[in-house]
């Protein structure tokens, strides 16, 4: 849950004082820690994975089951029996939650980059959950479920002992204070989200339309569990719902529909940003020339040219000025304003200077209808061209805002809906800061694929949902934007004292997917793409504190990671310590930098190293945190899944491949995630060709096709559209026989994956089912299953190891592929078929109460879940093993303890002995 530390946050107002202090100090600190351990290199891969366990009471005579709130009395009995047994080779870790029934859990010692670990991380899981066994009271139970399906649908009875509604922190209608964690950090970051925001949080998740569902009674005409039709799924647009709510109160929520190939927003607006033709109408001007800050040009740029297209922002407090999103500026005007640079054009407008001509492909891929407007002769007909598609872009954003959905809603009014969720996490350790900010690239594309895969969270204050996912409710429960920042008139007045006077436009929570990848990658080739970063993929809003921006280039920090922390220091920071502000060095420490970093929730985490305060603190290198998977019911589940996204992280990195796709696509992929039964029904975009195309002489020029393509056995290369090379790049080999740089060791091939080398077709992505994406599409795709096969065969993995990952891998195809059901659909399912249910959306006492026991038998191995499971059995888990026996030779004082032991040995000998008999008979 972040940053945790012993002593008095400061009250919101008085902690207003410190904002700004804190701000610049984080930022100070920042740039004093990556200058202190930037060139380190050459650190193994260590990893480990966090699980969250909810702790509840079970009330067997009246089926019932509430909170527990004795999670911090469990947790220091836990890691007491740590320490007295940390002579064992394998422990746990167990740490606070925000939740007073919640506890979290890491494998003591971290796993190693060997195969064999791999085999450790379901032991280790098997151990915090036997662990956790032996502190529960005779009615408790600890299953790994998402979030508890009764929360603040219970009044002042939801938990033991009970807690009334509301509050001074909350103020909830629905849920009482004193099921906050005790530590102070956690109630003030509940009252602080609520006064920064100047009202209590809103979270409206739509309702699942069942037969008799009550609210759905006024809403004629919407048959039941169905809203988009059969080709698309419902998009519940988190964190965009003020329109809905002006307009149609808690009650209500506006959701669409992933029928069309880009997603909207609340207001109907697009997602993506505005896109500007460049076109320097003077004699000889050829183009424009970047600048790394406004008005100051960078001596050796050579780009944008005239019939580039570019993706940006206007820059409110700069008029004239466009930021580009790789960290550079352009000037809309020249000085005089007499010459006009760029035009705003159609986001469908895409200029490709890397090739000349592409023909067309036989499978559907997103690039720009508008076509290459370095091939239309007169640039002034492409601009006009362009401009009319602009006007016409806005009439179909308009028209297909009428697909929009009004919808009952769950309404939740406290940041414990959401962090009272559990989940799974990964970190991973690099080798070195730049395979750090690769992999966190790499990882924001699968988060949502992973997320829909792993989804589990159907039922929310007693009611089933319409999703299946978490990540939106707690986007919603932590969501501290004033009026102003979420694009809405109103609201206090600008407020000097917090970040941005509160009237910065934020266009997302402070927990939600990345808003910008991170890895800057450029090639050797000096007469190259020195400083040519293309920015097709990161084509969101990015906003940031120009301030802190400017100070962290001027400080040597490239532009990629300077708009990175420049956008994570448009929050505030939330929790703010009684004498730990200008008390803390800025040259040796890092807690200011940390309480804003931790509470940016995002979907992936870049984590510099921390400061060693002594020596015998261990050395922590440059790390990723993968945060968007669900929670499993099993420990096999969550096992699988960790490990499969450890051996993707290794095929990337080993087959040196990529997975860039623009962001407004990965936005997209995490509302369809959120969707009923995504997995199965639901399409994402994914990139074509995770490998560069490979070359081969077609008697013109050249020809390219996957590198896959040969692995179907017929040798063929596949049906790839010809692409014919350009002269801009042709002198950059990205072809898989390229031979790896000097650049300490890096391919060419992934210095240069986010500049968007290579042509249209490279470069393309596609809607893919989840079955598609993990097991192959066509002969271009391969999928990621076989990829992590293939990886495994690569380095020679152990028999033992092998064997297990394959029952892994088998798992994860079944489900991928609808064989198996997700948590999500299989609790769906049993609310559903529960004898209690009357088909009306509702979860009673008694059904939650056997929905809770059959979650927690599933998860201790002695119930069966064929659905979720398929085949797989899962070992019985008991307290009793969940410490090591010592050989101990403490001397019995008692004869008659010894002699009860006799007779018991005795009578089990004599059972032998028939059975013995018996058996000669």
Known sequence: MGLLKVGVPQPWEKSKKNLNYVR???????????????????????????????????DHQNKKIRLSLRAKEIMDNLNKNEASHSY?????????????????????????????????????????????????????????VSAFPLLGALGDDGSVPPVPVGGPVTESEYIGDGIINPHPRFAALSANIRQRRGEKVNIRVPLFHDVNTPEYADLPGLPPSTCCG???????????????????????????????????????????????????????????????????????????RNGDVVVGSEIPDVPGWIRLQNGYYLPMNSDDGEVKFLHKVSSETH????????????????????????????????????????????????????????????????????????????????TDVDESRFLYDQLAVLAPIMMALTASTPVLKGRLADTDCRWGIISECVDDRRPAERGRKGGPDPDPEVA?????????????????????????????????????????????????????????????????????????????????????????????????????????????????????????????????????????????????ITLITRVILTFDLNLYIPLSRVDANMQRAHGRNAALNGKFFFRRHMAPLEKGDDGFDEQYASMFSTVNGNGNKGTLPTVFSGDNLSAIETNTGASVSSWEGVSEKRRVAPNASGGAEENSYEEMTMAEIMTGKGDYF??????????????????????????????????ATGQLQTPATWVRNFIRNHEDYNFDSIVSDSIAYDLMIACKEIGEGTRAAPELLGDVVIKPILASDAYQTKLDSTRVVSNDHIRSLLQRYAARKTKFDESAVEFQI
């Open 782 to 815: 391969p999928g990621l299953i076989p990829l992590v096969y293939a990886y495994l065969d690569h380095i020679q993995c152990d028999s033992v190891t092998m064997d297990r990952m394959t029952n892994y891998l088998d798992f994860i195809e079944k489900r």
């Open 24 to 58: 610049e100090a984080g930022v100070r600190q920042f740039i004093s820690t990556y200058n202190r351990v930037k060139d380190l290199k050459g650190d193994e891969l260590l990893w480990g994975d966090e699980i969250e366990y909810g702790i509840f009471v079970l």
């Open 500 to 644: 941005g006077k509160g009237y910065r436009r934020l266009y997302k929570s402070r927990y939600d997917s990345i808003s910008t990848y991170i890895y800057q990658g450029v090639s050797s080739d000096d007469g190259q793409m020195n400083n040519r970063i293309l920015n097709m993929y990161n084509d969101i809003p990015v906003p940031i504190d120009e301030d802190k921006y400017l100070e962290l280039r001027k400080a040597g920090i490239d532009p990629l990671l300077s708009q990175h922390i420049a956008h994570i220091f448009v929050r505030d920071p939330l929790v703010i310590f009684d004498g730990a502000v200008e008390e803390v060095d800025d040259d040796t420490q890092t807690e200011h930098f940390e309480s804003i970093q931790s509470t940016n929730w995002q979907s992936v985490r870049w984590k510099p190293p921390p400061p060693r305060t002594g020596p015998n603190d261990p050395h922590i290198g440059w790390r990723t945190e993968f945060r968007s998977m669900e929670i499993q019911l099993t420990d096999f589940e969550n096992a699988a899944f960790t490990t499969f």
């Open 230 to 304: 059969e080709e698309s799924i419902l998009l519940w647009r988190f964190g965009k719902g003020d329109l809905s709510r002006e307009k149609y109160g808690n009650g209500f929520v506006i959701v669409g529909c992933s029928s069309s190939s880009r997603e909207f927003n609340d207001f109907g607006d697009p997602v993506t940003l505005q896109k500007w033709l460049v076109n320097v109408e003077c004699e000889g001007c050829k183009g424009l020339f970047y600048r790394s800050a406004p008005g100051v040009i960078v001596p050796d740029a050579d780009w944008p």
């Open 88 to 144: 064992e080779s394998e422990g746990c870790n167990w740490v606070p939650e925000y939740g007073a029934w919640m506890v979290e859990a890491t494998p003591r010692r971290p796993y190693n980059g060997y195969s064999v670990d791999l085999l450790r991380v379901e032991r280790n899981m098997r151990l915090r959950r036997k662990r956790i066994l032996t502190e529960l009271n005779e009615n408790e139970i600890a299953p790994t």
């Open 351 to 430: 200029a490709n200077n890397q090739q000349k001509k592409a023909l067309g492909s036989e499978t559907p891929m997103y690039k720009g209808s508008v076509g290459n407007i370095n091939d239309v002769p007169d640039l002034k007909k492409a601009l006009e061209t362009a401009v009319s598609s602009l006007s016409d872009e806005h009439k179909t954003f308009n028209d297909e805002a009428k697909m929009f959905n009004l919808r009952p809603a769950i309404h939740m009014d406290a940041m414990a809906f959401g962090m009272g969720c559990c989940c799974l996490q990964i970190t991973f350790q690099a």
